[in-house]
C-alpha cells in the first residue's frame, strides 16, 4: 500500500507538472523531483517561475492603454450632425455691420445691396478598421482571470473580445476626430493621406489668421516683443472678421514658457488666480491645464496649454498643439462635427460608425469592420488665429 500511495504521489506531480510546463520542460527538470516538497523550490509556469505550494493573490490587472483625449473637439467642435449623403454642402450668407441710409422723405429709398452668399462643399474622408478575433484569443485567458477551469465560458469570452476590438477601433476614430481638429485649428486645412487617398479639405482661413512673427516680434524677446499687444490685435481681428469674440487661447508648451515669462503681461492675469505673485495653475482631466484668465480693454481669455500626443502614420509621437503656436479663438463659434453617409451596403441608416462583423471558416476567424466617414468642420474659420510666436 505504502508503495502503491507512494507511485500514485508521483504520478500526481507527473501530471501538474506536464500540464504547465510540457514534456521538455518537464524532462530537464526531473532531478528535482526529490526536493518539490520544499517551498522554496518553484515550478515553472507560463508567465514565469510560480511555486505550486505557495498560497497566492492575483491582483487586478493594471491597464496602461492610453485612451484618446477630446480637449479640440470638446472646446471647439461641440456640435455634431450625420448626413446620409457622401458630400455635404455648406451655404453661408456673409455679411457687415451696415447702416441705415439717411434719406430725405421727399426722396425714394435708397437701394440696398443684398448680402453676399456662398456655398462650399465637403467629402468628410472615409475611416475603416479592421481587427480580427481568432479561436487563440479565446482560448488565452484575460488579464486577472483565472488560469483554471471554471472560469469564462466560450460565449462570454467571445462577446468580451469583440467589444474590446470595438471599444479600441472606436478609440482610434475619436484620436483621428481630435486630430483633425488640430490641423483645423493650426492651418484651416485637414491633409488627408492613406491607403488609396491624397487630398486636402481647406476650409478658407485667411492668410492674415495664420501668423508668423519673426526677428524681434518673437515672443522670446523679452525687450522688444509685446505677447498682449499681439494677443489683443488677434481677439480684435477674430471679433472684427467673423462677429464672434474671442474667449480662449491655446498654447504650446515653448509659448507658455515665453508668456509666463515676459515682464509685460504682468498685471493683467486674473488676480484671483496669482497667489504670491505666482500663477496659480490649475490641472484639468486630459492633459489639460488652466494657466488663467488674461484680461485687457477688448481681450478677456482664458489660457489653456494642452499635453497630449498622437502617434503618426510614421511612427513618431507628436503633441497636437505645436510647441511653437498659439491659437487664438472661441469655444461659441458655430463649428460641427460632420458625418457623411456610410458606403456599405448593409448600412441603410445614417449614423456616425457602422460596425460589421463576418467569419473565415478555415481557418476559422472572426474579422470586425468600423467604418465612419468623419470630418470636423471649421466653419467659421474667420474666428480663429493660428501663429507661430517662438
Same mark, same amino acid.
Given at each position: 500500500?505504502?508503495?502503491?500511495?507512494?507511485?500514485?504521489?508521483?504520478?500526481?506531480?507527473?501530471?501538474?507538472?506536464?500540464?504547465?510546463?510540457?514534456?521538455?520542460?518537464?524532462?530537464?527538470?526531473?532531478?528535482?523531483?526529490?526536493?518539490?516538497?520544499?517551498?522554496?523550490?518553484?515550478?515553472?509556469?507560463?508567465?514565469?517561475?510560480?511555486?505550486?505550494?505557495?498560497?497566492?493573490?492575483?491582483?487586478?490587472?493594471?491597464?496602461?492603454?492610453?485612451?484618446?483625449?477630446?480637449?479640440?473637439?470638446?472646446?471647439?467642435?461641440?456640435?455634431?450632425?450625420?448626413?446620409?449623403?457622401?458630400?455635404?454642402?455648406?451655404?453661408?450668407?456673409?455679411?457687415?455691420?451696415?447702416?441705415?441710409?439717411?434719406?430725405?422723405?421727399?426722396?425714394?429709398?435708397?437701394?440696398?445691396?443684398?448680402?453676399?452668399?456662398?456655398?462650399?462643399?465637403?467629402?468628410?474622408?472615409?475611416?475603416?478598421?479592421?481587427?480580427?478575433?481568432?479561436?487563440?484569443?479565446?482560448?488565452?485567458?484575460?488579464?486577472?482571470?483565472?488560469?483554471?477551469?471554471?472560469?469564462?465560458?466560450?460565449?462570454?469570452?467571445?462577446?468580451?473580445?469583440?467589444?474590446?476590438?470595438?471599444?479600441?477601433?472606436?478609440?482610434?476614430?475619436?484620436?483621428?476626430?481630435?486630430?483633425?481638429?488640430?490641423?483645423?485649428?493650426?492651418?484651416?486645412?485637414? &491633409? @488627408?493621406? $492613406? *491607403?488609396? !487617398?491624397? =487630398? +486636402?479639405?481647406?476650409?478658407?482661413?485667411?492668410?492674415?489668421? #495664420?501668423?508668423?512673427?519673426?526677428?524681434?516680434?518673437?515672443?522670446?524677446?523679452?525687450?522688444?516683443?509685446?505677447?498682449?499687444?499681439?494677443?489683443?490685435?488677434?481677439?480684435?481681428?477674430?471679433?472684427?472678421?467673423?462677429?464672434?469674440?474671442?474667449?480662449? &487661447? @491655446?498654447? $504650446? *508648451?515653448? !509659448?507658455? =514658457? +515665453?508668456?509666463?515669462?515676459?515682464?509685460?503681461?504682468?498685471? #493683467?492675469?486674473?488676480?484671483?488666480?496669482?497667489?504670491?505673485?505666482?500663477?496659480?495653475?490649475?490641472?484639468?482631466?486630459?492633459?489639460?491645464?488652466?494657466?488663467?484668465?488674461?484680461?485687457?480693454?477688448?481681450?478677456?481669455?482664458?489660457?489653456?496649454?494642452?499635453?497630449?500626443?498622437?502617434?503618426?502614420?510614421?511612427?513618431?509621437?507628436?503633441?497636437?498643439?505645436?510647441?511653437?503656436?498659439?491659437?487664438?479663438?472661441?469655444?461659441?463659434?458655430?463649428?460641427?462635427?460632420?458625418?457623411?453617409?456610410?458606403?456599405?451596403?448593409?448600412?441603410?441608416?445614417?449614423?456616425?460608425?457602422?460596425?460589421?462583423?463576418?467569419?473565415?471558416?478555415?481557418?476559422?476567424?472572426?474579422?470586425?469592420?468600423?467604418?465612419?466617414?468623419?470630418?470636423?468642420?471649421?466653419?467659421?474659420?474667420?474666428?480663429?488665429?493660428?501663429?507661430?510666436?517662438?
Amino acid at each position: 500500500m505504502k508503495r502503491f500511495a507512494l507511485f500514485s504521489s508521483l504520478v500526481l506531480l507527473i501530471g501538474i507538472a506536464l500540464a504547465f510546463v510540457g514534456v521538455p520542460a518537464f524532462a530537464d527538470s526531473l532531478p528535482a523531483i526529490d526536493g518539490l516538497d520544499d517551498a522554496g523550490k518553484a515550478a515553472p509556469l507560463l508567465l514565469g517561475n510560480v511555486s505550486l505550494f505557495q498560497s497566492r493573490t492575483l491582483m487586478e490587472p493594471l491597464n496602461e492603454k492610453q485612451p484618446a483625449t477630446t480637449f479640440l473637439l470638446r472646446t471647439f467642435f461641440k456640435g455634431e450632425k450625420i448626413f446620409e449623403t457622401k458630400a455635404i454642402d455648406f451655404e453661408k450668407i456673409s455679411g457687415t455691420r451696415r447702416l441705415a441710409p439717411f434719406v430725405s422723405p421727399m426722396r425714394k429709398g435708397k437701394l440696398m445691396e443684398k448680402e453676399g452668399r456662398s456655398m462650399t462643399s465637403f467629402e468628410p474622408p472615409y475611416i475603416k478598421g479592421l481587427g480580427t478575433l481568432q479561436p487563440s484569443d479565446l482560448n488565452a485567458p484575460a488579464a486577472g482571470e483565472t488560469i483554471y477551469a471554471g472560469g469564462k465560458k466560450h460565449g462570454q469570452r467571445l462577446a468580451e473580445k469583440t467589444g474590446e476590438i470595438i471599444a479600441e477601433q472606436e478609440d482610434t476614430i475619436v484620436a483621428r476626430e481630435e486630430w483633425m481638429a488640430a490641423q483645423a485649428l493650426d492651418s484651416g486645412v485637414v &491633409v @488627408v493621406k $492613406g *491607403d488609396g !487617398v491624397d =487630398t +486636402a479639405v481647406d476650409f478658407g482661413m485667411p492668410a492674415s489668421h #495664420k501668423v508668423t512673427l519673426v526677428g524681434t516680434d518673437l515672443w522670446t524677446d523679452i525687450v522688444n516683443s509685446d505677447p498682449g499687444a499681439d494677443l489683443k490685435a488677434w481677439c480684435k481681428q477674430n471679433g472684427k472678421d467673423s462677429g464672434v469674440i474671442s474667449n480662449t &487661447v @491655446v498654447m $504650446g *508648451d515653448d !509659448v507658455w =514658457t +515665453a508668456w509666463s515669462n515676459h515682464p509685460k503681461v504682468e498685471g #493683467k492675469l486674473d488676480n484671483r488666480r496669482i497667489e504670491q505673485g505666482q500663477i496659480k495653475i490649475e490641472l484639468l482631466p486630459e492633459g489639460v491645464t488652466f494657466c488663467g484668465t488674461y484680461r485687457d480693454s477688448g481681450c478677456i481669455v482664458d489660457l489653456y496649454t494642452y499635453d497630449s500626443w498622437f502617434t503618426d502614420d510614421d511612427g513618431t509621437v507628436k503633441p497636437y498643439v505645436p510647441v511653437d503656436k498659439v491659437w487664438v479663438g472661441s469655444d461659441r463659434a458655430k463649428n460641427k462635427k460632420l458625418y457623411g453617409m456610410i458606403q456599405d451596403l448593409k448600412a441603410n441608416y445614417a449614423v456616425k460608425r457602422f460596425v460589421k462583423s463576418w467569419e473565415k471558416e478555415d481557418p476559422s476567424c472572426r474579422f470586425i469592420l468600423v467604418q465612419s466617414a468623419a470630418l470636423v468642420g471649421l466653419l467659421q474659420p474667420k474666428a480663429f488665429t493660428s501663429a507661430k510666436v517662438v
